[in-house]
């Protein structure tokens, strides 16, 4: 964070000091609420939790070198005290980012999010120093948390917001208002919540009416309810996508045989071509996404697409491909799951298959609502039609509906498995992968299917899997 002193930030957020010998000592670490993450200079934030009081680690963590703790009562060391602590602290995030200069980039969306967030901050940091959302921190404590890290020397300030209702993201471009936003899809994840696609855009569009009038509303053009946005913000709009009207968009896009995508790369200021290192043919709306942000900034075609070629994946669980010894593949995708992704990742694994057996280990996809038994029978259909060769469905009622999706769209019998958990899963894949086999593991994160991949990674280990 930028150093300021605690007299400053208890100013900043409307707060009291108690048991501090010096207001002016800086805060020079960064703002954590997290006790593991304290180092000497931190600014602690004590949240009262369901099962831990962060107010509880006080005195520990300053003795770990924190210069204070931001807490909603007095602690008996050094402290700033304020009425509400998660209002405090956007109120220091707004603060600070209105004092560093820096070009900020919010993102939403149904899918792709953080996928997307990645590649933006590794293009844009080839220009200039760039801080970015860390794994799906992107709600009212990890978006502050995450734009306090910026330093004054930062330029580009990448944030991912989510939403669960309408209104969120309003409050989160009010503690970081962007200069660009973008907008990458409206689908399906939270439906349930929601109660329909049109209220999944009222919300999603919240970023683009934020916006400043010398702003740009980055948009994607091949999908009706983005683009519409368009009317909601006196921002600059630039449109992305395969289609023909995008402004940075897509041509002779082809998934090789390994999965991985390449195209060649239309921006206003020229062509280059990409291939990518990700794998999954999704990953090209979310590439021209950022290609469309680097743009705006100032990079060229050729900048873009090297910089988009050389992209590795940031974050754990998201369409990670190992290969063992043994020439499996296991393909970990299970940080989360909703229809889009689902069958993004299906396609990748059909792609990868090329001759070789390929499996699709799949769980709940949640917060469908009345969606859900629709949903997940479409997949299990799905996973038919690309010729998947094996599906294990792990879980309750809703993999019973993608086995039975599956078995009502290609009368499967053995290709198509229900098992109960995670560990049974594993036990299933142990007696049956053979050599050449490719294996996709993906689910909810509530599902915790993450242990069927590691366990299957684990060679030589016969330990169990904790299933949640």
Not at 403 to 426: K, M, P, T
Request: hydrophobic share 45%; charged share 20%; glycine share 10%.
């Amino acid at each position: 964070m930028i150093a300021l002193s605690l007299a400053e930030i208890a100013e900043v957020v409307g707060g009291q000091t108690y048991d501090i010998p010096d207001p002016s000592v800086p805060v020079t670490g960064p703002v954590v609420r997290d006790s593991r993450e304290v180092v000497p200079g931190s600014l602690f934030v004590a949240f009262a939790g369901e099962r831990v009081d962060g107010h509880d680690f006080a005195a520990a963590v300053v003795e770990a070198g924190a210069a204070a703790v931001l807490a909603s009562r007095p602690v008996g060391v050094p402290a700033i005290v304020v009425e509400d602590v998660q209002s405090a602290l956007g109120a220091l995030a707004r603060h600070v980012v209105r004092r560093l200069g820096a070009t900020l980039v919010a993102l939403t969306g149904s899918a792709g999010k953080t996928s997307t967030k990645d590649l933006i901050a590794q293009v844009l940091r080839r220009k200039a120093p760039t801080v970015f959302t860390p794994g799906s921190l992107n709600n009212e404590i990890g978006l502050p948390l995450t734009a306090l890290t910026a330093t004054g020397e930062t330029r580009f300030l990448v944030l991912e917001m989510g939403a669960r209702g309408i209104g969120h993201i309003r409050y989160l471009a009010g503690l970081t208002p962007p200069k660009i936003g973008l907008v990458l899809n409206v689908g399906t994840a939270h439906i349930g919540e929601f109660g329909g696609r049109e209220q999944i855009a009222q919300a999603k569009g919240e970023l683009v009416e934020a916006l400043p009038e010398d702003g740009t509303a980055v948009l994607n053009a091949d999908d009706p309810l983005v683009r519409a946005m368009a009317s909601r913000t006196k921002a600059k709009v630039l449109l992305f996508g395969e289609s023909d009207e995008a402004d940075v968009r897509a041509e002779n896009v082809r998934l090789m045989d390994s999965g991985q995508p390449s195209f060649r790369l239309h921006t206003p200021s020229g062509a280059s071509d990409v291939t990518m290192r990700l794998y999954g043919e999704h990953h090209v709306s979310n590439a021209l996404a950022a290609a469309a942000v680097a743009h705006e900034l100032g990079m060229s075609a050729d900048e873009i697409a090297l910089a988009l070629s050389e992209a590795g994946s940031l974050s754990r669980w998201r369409m990670e491909v190992t290969e063992r010894p043994d020439g499996v593949t296991v393909v970990n995708d299970a940080y989360n799951a909703n229809p889009e992704s689902m069958r993004a990742a299906l396609r990748a694994l059909a792609a990868m298959g090329n001759g070789r057996r390929t499996w699709a280990v799949l769980g709940k996809m949640a917060e469908l609502g009345d969606e859900a038994l629709a949903e997940h029978d479409a997949v299990g259909r799905l996973v038919v039609r690309l010729n998947v060769s094996k599906l294990v469905a792990v879980g309750g009622r809703e993999a019973a509906w993608l086995q039975l999706g599956a078995y009502n769209e290609g009368s499967w019998g053995e290709e198509s498995v229900h098992v109960s958990d995670a560990q049974a899963a594993v036990d299933l894949l142990r007696s049956e992968l053979r050599q050449g086999d490719v294996v996709l593991v993906k689910a909810s994160r509530s599902v915790g299917l993450e242990s069927v991949a590691q366990a299957l990674l684990a060679t030589g280990t016969e330990g169990e899997v904790v299933a949640r």
